[in-house]
């Protein structure tokens, strides 16, 4: 992200919190909101998770980040359609309050899900949002502790409340926790590329920190239980931090036996099928019985460009007389939307098939 974009979140946190209230900001518990019933399961033994940084920076009524709510609203129908199907959905950079409330009670949206965390509101901040067409029984949130430079307020990354949001999801007859988070930023030159940030980054060392506080955080309310966790880490796989997500484990997450103790080990469902650059992830860690598998690869979604209206201002020409900058269509976002199918399997069984989920004991 730019920093005339990120350095707009210093005045997007002043503007949105009450006064004083700056300490307070990520403490109160998110709210689970449900607007109807579960839905059943279309698929027995799989569901599709998506992760998506929307991009949604606005200051004082002024966006910061181009297109907010056209995009936002194009957002909303593309779920609405949900094609290709979704059934649990992670978004960062929801900060636009109105671009946010309009996307969250789209008909559309509501219809196909009906459960989720908005943890901008409440605990403040974040920018993070699960929507859900499975029940979320539990929701928690934690703050970074590591919230980067407040001197450096062009970044305002200290101030933007980011953290990890976990939601506790029943599927059919199991609960399994899915983390959403968003990492600081590189803040390099944007002409040099995500891969610029993989060597010298002055915020390096921040985003290791809050990568290891993810980890422990949600590893120490799934226990020994199988962990989806999803979002923008703001690294590619060329950097130093990704060896750190997959491996070595970052603490004992369980005081069990050996026999019942969580895999430690997190993988990347993405892996050998997109492009080096991207910093936008889906990741897995196996429990002590069942484990994720993934069905279908992390690739981008929602691809097609957002239209636009026609523009009533004159269009820039270059010395011939071409047009040089009339957009007729923007991306939906500045991250590719991406998507993953996953399965459980029993560890101790390996090439078993797929577990079905059973939709009986959904509860409504």
């Known amino acids: 992200m730019t920093t005339l974009r990120l350095g707009a979140l210093l005045l997007v946190t002043l503007a949105s919190i009450p006064h004083g209230a700056c300490a307070a900001r990520g403490t109160a518990p998110p709210i689970v909101e449900a607007a109807g019933p579960a839905l059943p399961l279309q698929n027995g033994d799989e569901i599709h998770v998506a992760t998506a940084n929307l991009w949604g920076v606005s200051v004082l009524g002024f966006d910061w980040a181009e297109k907010v709510d056209v995009r936002f609203a194009e957002m909303a129908e593309r779920l609405a359609r949900n094609e290709p199907r979704l059934d649990v959905v992670l978004i960062q950079e929801a900060w636009k309050d109105s671009a946010r409330h309009a996307l969250l009670r789209h008909e559309g949206v509501i219809r196909n899900f009906p459960f989720r965390v908005d943890a901008v509101e409440q605990p403040g901040g974040a920018g993070l949002v699960v929507l859900s067409r499975f029940p979320i029984e539990a929701a928690r949130f934690h703050r970074f502790q590591a919230q980067g430079n407040c001197l450096k307020f062009w970044e305002a990354d200290c101030l933007a409340g980011k953290g990890i949001l976990a939601v506790r999801v029943r599927i059919g007859d199991r609960s399994l926790w899915i983390g959403n988070t968003h990492l600081i930023a590189c803040y390099s030159d944007d002409d040099a590329g995500d891969e610029a940030c993989d060597e010298g980054d002055p915020n390096g060392g921040t985003r290791r920190a809050q990568l290891i506080e993810a980890r422990r955080f949600i590893e120490s309310l799934a226990k020994t239980g199988s962990i989806l966790l999803g979002g923008d880490f703001n690294f590619t796989r060329s950097s130093r931090d990704y060896p750190a997500m997959v491996h070595p484990p970052l603490s004992s997450t ?111």
């Open 254 to 364: 369980s005081s069990a036996s050996p026999t019942r103790e969580a895999r430690s080990d997190w993988s990347e469902a993405g892996r050998g099928t997109t492009r080096a650059g991207r910093i936008d992830y889906l990741w897995t860690r196996g429990g002590s019985d069942e484990a994720w598998r993934v069905v279908s690869p992390a690739s981008p979604i929602f691809t097609a460009p957002v239209r636009l209206a026609p523009s009533s201002s004159p269009a820039r020409t270059d010395d011939r007389g071409s047009v040089i900058d009339r957009k007729g269509s923007i991306p939906l976002s500045d991250h590719p939307v991406i998507m993953a199918a996953f399965c459980l399997v029993r560890v101790a069984v390996p090439g078993d098939d797929c577990l079905a989920f059973a939709s009986g004991s959904t509860p409504e």
